[in-house]
């Protein structure tokens, strides 16, 4: 079992930043890489990062290159991404999730963190 909790949502103004973090535990987490994901009401979850637990295999998704960044604190088994330049598209629910090396799955997920961005 891996257990992932998000936090670090909340409304800012366009613009603006926020940093989310998820705390990871469980005793399996090497054989799992992390990634973000961000679903806005009434569409798909959409790829947002991705990161390994040594700091590389770093991902985009196009939307957020070049204003988001994904990083990690293995001490702290934990995940970040700081969100910079944010603008009213990027209002979603973010999730962390942990994908399985050895399949490519993401097979954890934490129950979410809402980040509001108003225009």
């Known amino acids: 079992q891996v257990q992932l909790v998000e936090s670090g949502g909340g409304l800012v103004q366009a613009g603006g930043s926020l940093r989310l973090s998820c705390a990871a535990s469980g005793r399996t987490l090497s054989f799992y890489d992390m990634g973000w994901f961000g679903q806005a009401p009434g569409k798909e979850r959409e790829f947002v990062a991705h990161?390994?637990?040594?700091?590389?295999?770093?991902y985009y998704g196009d939307s957020v290159e070049g204003r988001f960044t994904i990083s990690n604190d293995n001490a702290k088994n934990t995940v970040y991404l700081q969100m910079n330049s944010l603008k009213p598209e990027d209002t979603a629910v973010y999730y962390c999730?942990?994908?399985?090396?050895?399949?490519?799955?993401?097979?954890?997920w934490g129950q979410g963190t809402q980040v509001t961005v108003s225009s």
């Open positions: 990161i390994n637990w040594s700091g590389g295999n770093l």
């Open positions: 999730s942990a994908q399985r090396i050895t399949t490519g799955a993401y097979d954890y």
